[in-house]
């Protein structure tokens, strides 16, 4: 087959309420989701041939893709959970994309939800290895390792790290979905306890409830559809998948040759985008994910992201609903959703003028998968 | 010793020879007997050139911090008795890095690059951790 890219798009967005969420399960919120993405599509369940989901953080039993088929009233030709974690958001869409193009569906939902704020206590704290012994538990502590061994190799400063987090929480004080609104400034990142140092705790993301999904579907059939098609450019991905006590690199991440991938399928470069919702478990994953991507030298991300550059007006906003910081902790399919309302001039006071090509990141474990997608309107 | 309320090892199949050793304060890796690779974690194979022939060679204990963190959050009450603490990426003089602690050290003395060696810490009857202490400090 040739190349995909603007083969296929995302034709439907959708997300439940966000935040602290009780009473809705893992499934309930990936049907509630997907609910929302096929209306906003303009589809129905009798539309749907194909439903890729990302597993529970939480925790699901073996055919959860199956049981949520049957919660939606679908049965179909396509189905399956993808465990990458956080880069299970990118990879459903290119497999959806790949699905359709080898004729096994037509129309393919890609979705997560998960309640790890008010359902199964300990979900992100959980002891699942050897390492427990000598207290590395947690998602920071991983990531807190790789952002000291960048500051160690090119000076990157907790302040430099900080300006993520204010940028985001910004454009996070102009989407009334975020689960935090209050704008903060350097000084309160600052002073912010330590979690695992060097992280402070708005160095970290959030832990939310919530769940997002869209819908893919072929250039053709985009056409016919309620709004305005978002076509899937380019896309790649990248798993180093070692434990990162045995990784080549800490400072090097799966982003690097998934976002040549995505460029060179895309056929564009890192000027040509105008706006990049970044993975940002951490403030560290998007500055060395800006790095890797090449929209400045490795070692420069520190002050890259200084002085306005990434925030909305400046020359690249990123995250402009506020990302995985400041608008929901739910793993990454917020950030395309995002990525897509700007592409269709969906968003208000933190449009992005004249929007035309985005890319999004996802990825997950600590920094062992990577995936990217580069969208345009 | 009172009882240990921290989280022990779980040994595998795999890993269960190290924790032996561990026991008996050796620390020991798996050695390819083919190319001479040292792995770890264990394994069943070399990861460099696939041979299933190996020994658990004795390791020198010595090496460097490749990265480290401190952890302010305690993640249960085990750890609450114990923060702030130390943990790092030892690279091994034989090459391979491994998770563990950093003790008898100051936390603001602590860097990459800093020479370290192995220091025994018994937990249980059956466990004993490998952490690290600047090299040469008594
Ligand atoms: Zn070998």
Redesign the interface.
Known sequence: MGSLGDKYAIVGVGHTKLGKVPGVSSIGFNVLAIKAALEDAGLTREDVDGVLVKYPTSGFSSLFSGKLCQALGITNKLMAVIDLAGATIGTMVQYAAMAIDAGLATTVVCSYGDNPLTGPPGTYGRVNSDDAAFGFVGAPAGYAMAARRHMKEYGTTSEQLGAIAVAFRKHASMNRNAQMQKPITLEDHQRSRWVVEPFHLLDCCLVSDGGAAVVVTSAERAKTLNKKPVYVMGWGQAHPAWDIAQRESLTVTGAKRSGEMAFKMAGVSPKDIDLAEIYDCFTYTALVTLEDYGFCKKGEGGSFVQNGRIELGGELPCNTAGGLLSESGMPGMLLLVEAVRQLRGECGPRQVNNAEIAIASSQGGILTTHATLILRR | MTEYA?????PTID?APFWEHCRKHELRMQKCLDCGHVR??ASVICPKCYSENSEWASMSGKGTI????????A??AF?AG?V??A?A?VELAEG??????IIACPLDEID?GMPVEVAFED?TAE?A?P?FRPLGKP
């Open positions: 921290g989280p022990l090892p779980t890993t770890y974690p490749y990265s480290w963190v401190v952890f302010h959050q993640y249960g750890f114990i702030p603490y943990v990426i391979p890095r491994m998770l563990t602690n990459i937990i466990f951790l952490k």
